[in-house]
């Protein structure tokens, strides 16, 4: 197929979803088709056509019925009308983010998107910062304290236990820290092995937490100290992502020494 094949066949897909997704559960006749999607027995058949042409539907002795790339591309069409229900979801909120800012469909699919609530804005964030009782690796990198919580949270699970984090903080956030909790992060990065790391800016608040429930992807939307929405994923995919994406603002970030 050619680059024009192609894109025929993912306009087709998309047209055709409703028919193909009547195909999902097996083989149906072209009269069943046109009761099931409340089309004309002429409109289901020129449908039918187009499909077969590009080797998506194929007869059988039961009717018309899915092949195994129709069903891989019905399987890829859900899964791009969810991602993009999500990112519909969260458009509004993502506004406030550089155009640039590093975001991937791993994040959004099957992901869930967080309003903070007016009388309890920093609710959301807060949860996030429960989910350290029980984690075992945490990795972040952030430009604002959004909540005290986090802070005693860290210092719990690491000065007092056996939290493996890392950090990412733009120098704004560091020089707030070090100006009002010198010595809380003294004992974190000394004795909790906390490894907080320094760079101009971020473009996004990112949290990803792994515990013995699973792997935990936020990332915060905010203008300015506002927290605008959160994005949670629970996905593998959305962790590798995630991750990758941290390791690449931690190598063009300057490792902060114990404060003196």
Request: net charge negative; proline share 6%.
């Amino acid at each position: 197929m050619t680059r024009d094949d192609h894109f025929d066949a993912l306009r087709a897909v998309s047209r055709r979803r409703r028919l193909l997704a009547a195909l999902a559960d097996g083989p149906a006749s072209k009269a069943a088709l046109a009761d099931a999607l409340d089309r004309s027995r002429s409109t289901v058949d020129r449908a039918v056509r187009e499909l077969e042409s590009l080797e998506l539907l194929e007869r059988d002795a039961d009717g018309v019925c899915l092949t195994v790339p129709g069903r891989l591309a019905l399987a890829e069409c859900r899964r791009s009308a969810d991602v993009l229900e999500t990112v519909c979801e969260a458009g509004p909120h993502l506004e406030c983010l550089p155009a640039d800012a590093p975001l991937d469909r791993r994040l959004f699919e099957g992901a869930t998107v967080h309003e903070p609530e007016p009388h309890a804005p920093n609710e959301i964030v807060e949860e996030i910062a429960e989910l350290l009782d029980d984690a075992a690796l945490f990795r972040c990198f952030s430009g604002a304290e959004r909540t005290p919580l986090f802070r005693e949270r860290i210092y719990e699970r690491t000065v007092g236990g056996d939290l493996d984090a890392e950090a990412v903080f733009t120098d704004d956030l560091v020089a707030y820290l070090l100006e009002s909790i010198p010595e809380a992060l003294h004992e974190v990065i000394v004795r909790g092995g906390f490894d907080v790391y320094a760079r101009a800016s971020v473009p996004y608040s990112l949290a990803l937490l792994e515990g013995p429930d699973g792997r935990y992807t936020f990332v915060v939307a905010a203008d300015g100290r506002e927290v605008r929405a959160v994005v949670r994923n629970e996905s593998p995919a959305a962790f590798e992502w995630g991750m990758d994406v941290y390791r690449r603002y931690r190598a063009e970030a300057t490792r902060l020494p114990p404060p003196g």
